[in-house]
T-cell receptor
Framework: QQQVKQSPQSLIVQKGGISIINCAYENTAFDYFPWYQQFPGKGPALLIAIRPDVSEKKEGRFTISFNKSAKQFSLHIMDSQPGDSATYFCAAGHYDMRFGAGTRLTVKP | NAGVMQNPRHLVRRRGQEARLRCSPMKGHSHVYWYRQLPEEGLKFMVYLQKENIIDESGMPKERFSAEFPKEGPSILRIQQVVRGDSAAYFC????????????FGSGTQLSVL
């Protein structure tokens, strides 16, 4: 049972562009929604996270938008850079996170 | 303060052998989670443990797989009689308390079954 659906599977963006990755969840008991960044050969690292009491959270070039009624949330990367090229995972849960399938982002110089 | 340490980084086993994956959580963390990642897929939750207790093993296959987190020492994920389908990257994560916040991942163990 896939509890978190993530799209797109892959994304190519030009340097300086905006990268947008979307996720949808099913379980209304989930109360924590993080995004993780993973480079090849490494474990995922927490990028930014949000709780359902706010609709948006911004940290530098990274923004999470959260729509509780639609059970959807998205990651926006502004001014995308080649160093942002990685796989991004959304997750949702309470104490144990359920992960989306990942989005492989390539930022072209 | 060392991060989450997993070993070995790479493990090769033949079908039918046993695989033991180790995870030492971050200092001060008493909650451990194991995830499996297949190529081009996300992380699949397997099991959540606290010291000496299995809290949630709903993602763990019922047979051949077991996990423990003893009072002393690392958490162990054990796969008995491995099959080719067990080949994957296994990630361990730890947190200081329950809840998904402050979840830190290790670099994973890549298991290859020949």
């Amino acid at each position: 049972q896939q509890q978190v659906k993530q799209s797109p599977q892959s994304l190519i963006v030009q340097k300086g562009g905006i990268s947008i990755i979307n996720c949808a969840y099913e379980n209304t008991a989930f109360d924590y929604f993080p995004w993780y960044q993973q480079f090849p050969g490494k474990g995922p690292a927490l990028l930014i996270a949000i709780r359902p009491d706010v609709s948006e959270k911004k940290e530098g070039r990274f923004t999470i938008s959260f729509n509780k009624s639609a059970k959807q949330f998205s990651l926006h990367i502004m001014d995308s850079q080649p160093g942002d090229s990685a796989t991004y995972f959304c997750a949702a849960g309470h104490y144990d996170m359920r992960f989306g399938a990942g989005t492989r982002l390539t930022v072209k110089p | 303060n060392a991060g989450v340490m997993q070993n070995p980084r790479h493990l090769v086993r033949r079908r039918g052998q046993e695989a033991r994956l180790r995870c030492s959580p971050m200092k001060g963390h008493s909650h451990v989670y194991w995830y499996r990642q297949l190529p081009e897929e996300g992380l699949k939750f397997m099991v959540y443990l606290q010291k000496e207790n299995i809290i949630d093993e709903s993602g763990m296959p019922k047979e051949r797989f077991s996990a423990e987190f003893p009072k002393e020492g690392p958490s162990i994920l054990r796969i008995q009689q491995v099959v080719r389908g067990d080949s994957a990257a296994y990630f361990c994560a730890s947190s200081p308390g329950p809840g998904g916040e402050k979840l830190f991942f290790g670099s994973g163990t890549q298991l290859s079954v020949l």
